[in-house]
């Protein structure tokens, strides 16, 4: 099936050859296989995602997420991250054959866990008056606001716009803490999410072995009884581990590994050593004290960091010269306070 751009959802452990009766961005969604792995692909022009509106991205990752949803049904799948690519079926199977020794061993350990966020957020209205209630500072600058017109009120206003964050960011604090530790002990590992506005207490993913599902939101309900309608929780999963396990895959042409290597003055074979050492000093040769502060020369520098950088990654992973034309850096990006960690293998 073969067509251009391959937009890619997951990697799953089967040799079956899988089609799913809803289309991706570009046709059918199906397996490209390699030995016991499949990655679960579908055709798509080329999209730069940085470029979309929010809404369509939104609308992107919302059937993204579906369509592994679906594949988790019945497949214990590692998800990529939202927006990989691969150019062809021939670099999908790159990607499966450079990760083979990463995903196999890690999808048992996927096959037992799932992943769910949590929101919780104050209810505006119950806050405000417990904070006032509570705080005698807020409630003296209210009563001194109440008495001053609005002009003669403003610095007081601003300094209890202060006030009210700063006791908020305290009330998220402990609150915080009470709703993890009556979690701890239902879930392996958590991971912060940003917060979006003063009301939110936490935005976090949890992960959980299967058979916590129930106790966990067991806990969650508790918690809703806990804070009396004070505190809002939202509950959404099971979830793909994007939190915890998820494929990263940067892709580098074998010419610019060529070009690294011409620029820092090396030819193979290479170690790691020998591309610190050369990059260090052509830094020293390019420091300002001897090429001055001119355009070239920092332009110069960066190509020489940028080059550093390329070079350290691939020889890290390959540690030879490249043999393919297009190659992936592939790494499972681990988030929370699990203990698989980060790994780059190549090969089998």
């Avoid at 020794?101 to 119950?126: I, N, Q, Y």
């Avoid at 396990?245 to 030819?267: F, M, N, S, T």
């Amino acid at each position: 099936m073969e067509e251009g751009w391959k937009h890619l959802y997951g990697v799953i452990g089967t040799t079956e050859d899988i089609t799913l009766d809803s289309q991706g961005r570009g046709g059918p969604i199906y397996s490209v296989n390699y030995k016991e792995l499949s990655a679960i692909v579908s055709n798509t022009p080329f999209i730069d995602y940085k470029t979309m509106t929010k809404d369509l991205l939104l609308r992107s990752l919302l059937d993204h997420q579906k369509v592994i949803e679906r594949v988790m049904d019945s497949y214990a799948t590692i998800p990529f991250k939202f927006g990989s690519l691969a150019h062809s079926e021939k670099d999908v199977e790159q990607i499966l054959t450079q990760g083979y020794t990463l995903f196999k061993p890690l999808l048992p350990w996927v096959r037992e866990r799932v992943e769910f966020e949590l929101v919780a957020s104050w209810d505006r209205e119950k806050v405000f008056k417990a904070l006032y209630e509570e705080e005698s500072e807020i409630r003296s600058l209210q009563e001194m606001i109440e008495r001053k017109s609005e002009r003669e009120a403003l610095l007081e206003k601003i300094k209890l716009g202060k006030l009210v964050c700063q006791y908020l960011k305290e009330r998220r604090s402990r609150f915080k803490e009470t709703i993890l530790s009556q979690l701890k002990g239902s879930m392996e590992s958590q991971c912060d999410h940003d917060v979006v506005d003063d009301l939110m207490i936490l935005n976090m993913a949890f992960l959980l072995r299967k058979e916590m599902e129930s106790e966990f939101d067991r806990r969650v309900q508790s918690l809703d009884q806990t804070f009396l309608g004070e505190v809002c929780f939202k509950l959404i999963g099971p979830l793909p581990l994007y939190s915890f396990q998820c494929i990263e895959i940067e892709w580098a042409d074998a010419k610019d590994v060529r070009e690294a290597l011409a620029l820092l003055g090396l030819k193979e074979p290479v170690s790691l050593a020998d591309i610190r050492n050369a990059y260090y000093q052509r830094v020293h040769s390019l420091h300002p004290d001897k090429m001055g502060d001119s355009f070239d020369s920092l332009r110069e520098f960066e190509k020489v960091v940028a080059a550093y950088r390329l070079l350290t990654k691939y020889y890290r992973i390959y540690q030879s010269f490249p043999r393919e034309e297009r190659l992936p850096f592939i790494e499972v990006k681990t988030n929370g306070s699990n203990d698989l960690g980060k790994r780059n293998d190549g090969g089998e």
